[in-house]
């Protein structure tokens, strides 16, 4: 990690978008992302003509000059004459690698624009090339004779050393073009890593020389999984699905990243994951097979056996992927791997016996910790998920921690180098908008404001434990992305978001100023014709008890101050004659409330339609025995019963999650009521983890102290994928009800995520 420096020779100017973005921009209007440490603007600006030179002061200097000129040759249609001299010129951009500049850290920049020239010094050769980012993001968005760049300095250095994306081509794969193209995206805001998840289950991308089978039978599958993977029954189409790259398609790949200054970490999974390679060489599992490449989404029991074979298989296969890629890290996955299959074999357990290990865990890390020594002997260091960390750990290993904080905690205290990407703030195959328009997805729900809140560093570590904080990453899984182009909508603006967390400064972070420039930086993507998403203009809300009256309130809000909102509580469509929004709406009955926002004249993103079914426990005080985890506690109790059903496919945001707890929940109903049936929403996705309660008991009270148990239901009376549990009861008088959903406990084995605690998803109690 570079130290921060403070800089005082410059007072910062911040300037904001105005309102007026889509119309007219205002001169000082800067939409850089991400946002640099220090800006001041000046007077005048910079023409670039034909008859401008590139001037650099040495021969890799002149291979970022040329990445400028293809960039004006492609967008503008000329290019720049490039001389190597040893002193800036006036009228010309000059792009100089300045060892001084260290002193600000290896990848700084300063950026000094002027009617007379462009002075660009960078501390490293990567240090001059992000500040050709930040120059191509000031020239203009759309075809102009004469490209035109604002008078500007910038001095300018990233806050972390890795600033990374992911992509998954196992799942559903992707040309080489559109790998290159995803790359040039990281390289737009500065990211330096691109995680390339090239093995899984469903298909092996890589071609290893050794091995043809892999190319031959385990880059193919014999059809795919149709809708989600929760559905029940499960549906596939017999389209076969797949592809690979070839060793020189990687090299020309890893050849345009590092042109970019980015480094590709390949991730070839195991122990687990590995059913691709097992259909191939079925000789290097636990059983003997026969095996098929996944066609389903998920975790399959069956695992590379820790035997010699194995390890022969998997040291010729890295020793192909080391030579292919120069990074010094190899992710060796190391996630979710069933155990099921080794507790049975013979081979396992007595290889367990002959090391003195205690259990299947250990035998794990036994395994890791034998890639991991083989790595080292070719010069490369190890990278897993944060599961490498169960049964130990080699020392140089480093930890990618996906399941919330707690794996980078443990790893950064234990002092081994982290990459933050918990799967509530990274994981850009979640859900963006809460719109029932939006792409099929896996589930969850991150918004672009959540991944801009993220903070890579936790609370709890000390500032020695901090230097272990790599930086952070986000990971886009692509069980439910078949194109490139949603790739795009699902990355994008989310990857912006991230990108300003890992470079600009932390306490330089506003997400309003954040989007202000975001929506200047979209006419840069629509000139690039990227299918990014506009899910920042969609309408969010909130619904609030509705103080001193029945029923509940809702709040609407949009990221985008330029627009209005007008709504209708009738069901009809909104437009610019219906009541205009001016705070809280009042909803005292079950009813539709619809909504748009304008700008001036005009829409902007999609119309929002939430549905309230309101009953007697709508907009009560709810105590919880228990608070819900904090990726899924949006609204607290409130969202049991604030009259909002949970989507489906669920995105989290009406939903509360406990990760193997209960839900104990109270509602004061304020008078005694009279009912005659309870009812509590509920999920089931053991793809996601997520699975119905073992038991739901309703029970009734007059004081809310003493409470008397009126009916409970068990797992075994509720159907597969049942949403709304309902306990019928007859004729009940009560002021207080309670009720208990009893969390499925441990996921058993043989299902996605097993031995972990399960994930129980409610939502709205109805009492009736």
Partial sequence: MKSRITLISFSLILIVMSSEVFSQEKKDTYPLIPQPVLLVSGNGNFKITPEVSIVVNDVMSRKDAGFFNAYLLEHYGFQLKIEVLGKEKKQAINFFRDSMNNKLGPDAYNLTITSDKISLRGGTQAGVFYGIQTMIQLLPAGKVAVPILPAVHIDDYPRFSWRGMHLDVSRHFFSKEFVKKYIDYLAMYKMNTFHWHLTDDQGWRIEIRKYQKLQEISAFRKGTLIGHYGEIPERYDTIKYGGFYTQNEIREIVAHATQRHITIVPEIEMPGHGLAALAAYPELSCTGGPF??????????????????????????????????????????????????????????????????????????????????????????????????????AQDAAVM??????????????????????????????????????????????????????????????????????GAQGNLWTEYIPTFS?????????????????????????????????????????????????????????????????????????????????????????????????????????????????????????????MFKLNFASGKEVLLKEPPHEEYSRGGGFTLVNGVTGNLPWNGSDWLGFSGKNLDATIDLGNPVTFTKVSIDVLQDESSWIYLPASVEVLVSDDGVSFKPMKKVLAAEMKPGQRLITLTLGRTTAKFVKVIAENAGIIPSGKPGEGNPAWLLTDEILVE
């Avoid at 890390?365 to 002997?377: A, P, W």
């Avoid at 980078?408 to 195959?429: L, R, W």
């Avoid at 903070?455 to 500032?463: G, K, N, R």
């Fill in 401 to 470: 921690s996906w399941r919330g904080n707690a794996g980078g905690i443990e790893a950064a205290k234990q002092n081994h180098d982290v990459v933050m990407t918990p799967t509530g703030s990274c994981y850009f195959d979640y859900y963006q908008s809460k719109d029932s328009k939006e792409p099929l997805a896996i589930g969850g729900y991150l918004p672009l404001e959540k991944v801009y809140q993220f903070e890579p560093y936790p609370d709890v570590l000390t500032a020695d434990e901090r230097k272990h904080i790599l």
């Fill in 486 to 610: 949603q790739v795009e909508y699902m990355a994008i603006p989310r990857m912006s978001a991230l990108a300003e967390v890992l470079w600009s400064p932390a306490d330089k972070r506003n997400y309003t100023s954040f989007t202000h420039r975001l929506i200047g930086h979209f006419k840069l993507l629509d000139f690039l014709k990227v299918n990014y998403s506009k899910a920042l203009f969609d309408l969010n809300y909130f619904v609030y008890p509705n103080s001193g009256s029945e029923g509940v309130a809702l709040e609407l809000m949009s990221a985008y101050e330029g627009g209005i909102i007008h709504y209708t509580d009738d069901g009809s469509e909104p437009s610019l004659h219906s009541p205009l929004y001016k705070g809280r709406i009042p909803v005292g009955q079950s009813t539709v409330i619809k909504a748009a926002l304008f700008d001036g004249q005009f829409k902007r993103g999609r119309d929002f339609s939430q």
């Fill in 292 to 393: 098929e490449v996944g066609k389903t989404w998920g975790v399959f029991q069956d695992v590379f056996c820790p035997k010699e074979e194995t390890f022969e298989f998997l040291e010729n296969v890295l020793t192909e992927v080391c030579d292919l890629f120069p990074g010094k890290y190899i992710h060796i996955g190391g996630d979710e791997c069933p155990k099921d299959r080794w507790k049975s074999c013979a081979h396992c357990q007595a290889l367990m016996k002959k090391e003195g290990l205690k259990n299947e865990h250990e035998l794990q890390s036994y395994f890791v910790q034998r890639i991991q020594k083989f790595l080292s002997t070719k010069g490369k260091k190890i990278i897993g998920w944060d599961e490498i960390l169960e049964g130990g750990l």
